[in-house]
């Protein structure tokens, strides 16, 4: 079954490097998608791409199956819902995962 | 100014009764989507339109239909027959249906529809 998959919760303290991990089984993937959530708001790609990647203070890695994305100097406003997401050639879906929330340490 | 609506940002809605959901946009953008999001769910896609007048079925349509008589909106209807219909539902459009693979996805706001 074609499916992606990220923890659902990751804790950071402020100013460290936080790493959320996806991979996935999904059949034809081509690209991974990373998007920020803040829940009743629209989500916001972050960073998307088939190699390695960076936006600002996000750095996508890039593997057949897997990807991370790292948030540099996590800050108390970066707590929110990062949605990891994979592209599949053959039915041009876009398959999500469950998210991760990202809790940042007082 | 260009981008994705979604109205209203919260709906009510009695057990039993059909009700619709707004999407639309001025991006000009070919494709448009439908998510629900539960919690610890994630994102699942309800249905999706590549292009004016057609539309395919997503992981959970059922209890679901839309429409798109317009390149603009997409209309879900939430049935009397969807078993959990409360949820946060997101809209979103991309330039094209095809070569998704490089199409980000731009998201509306969002309704969160209870039923009560």
């Known amino acids: 079954k074609d499916q992606v998959f990220q923890p659902s919760t990751v804790a950071s303290s402020e100013g460290a490097v936080v790493e959320i991990f996806c991979n996935h089984s999904v059949s034809n993937a081509y690209n991974f998608f990373w998007y920020l959530h803040f829940p009743g708001c629209a989500p916001r790609l972050l960073v998307k791409?088939?190699?390695?990647?960076q936006q600002g203070r996000y750095n996508m890695t890039y593997e057949r199956f897997s990807s991370s994305l790292l948030i540099l100097q996590v800050r108390e406003a970066d707590a929110a819902v990062y949605y990891c997401a994979v592209c599949q050639n053959r039915d041009d879906k876009i398959i999500f995962g469950k998210g991760t929330r990202l809790h940042i340490l007082p | 100014d260009g981008g994705i609506t979604q109205s209203p940002k919260y709906l009510f809605r009695k057990e039993g009764q059909n009700v619709t959901l707004s999407c639309e946009q001025n991006?000009?953008?070919?494709?448009m989507y439908w998510y629900r999001q539960d919690p610890g769910q994630g994102l699942r896609l309800i249905y999706y339109?590549?292009?004016?007048?057609?539309?395919q079925k997503g992981d959970i349509a059922e209890g679901y239909s839309v429409s798109r008589e317009k390149k603009e909106s997409f209309p879900l209807t939430v049935t009397s027959a969807q078993k959990n219909p409360t949820a946060f539902y997101l809209c979103a459009s991309s330039i094209s249906g095809q070569s998704v693979s490089y199409n980000e996805q731009f998201f509306g706001p969002g309704t969160r529809l209870t039923v009560l």
């Open positions: 791409g088939s190699k390695p990647s």
């Open positions: 339109s590549q292009i004016v007048n057609d539309f």
């Open positions: 991006l000009n953008h070919d494709a």
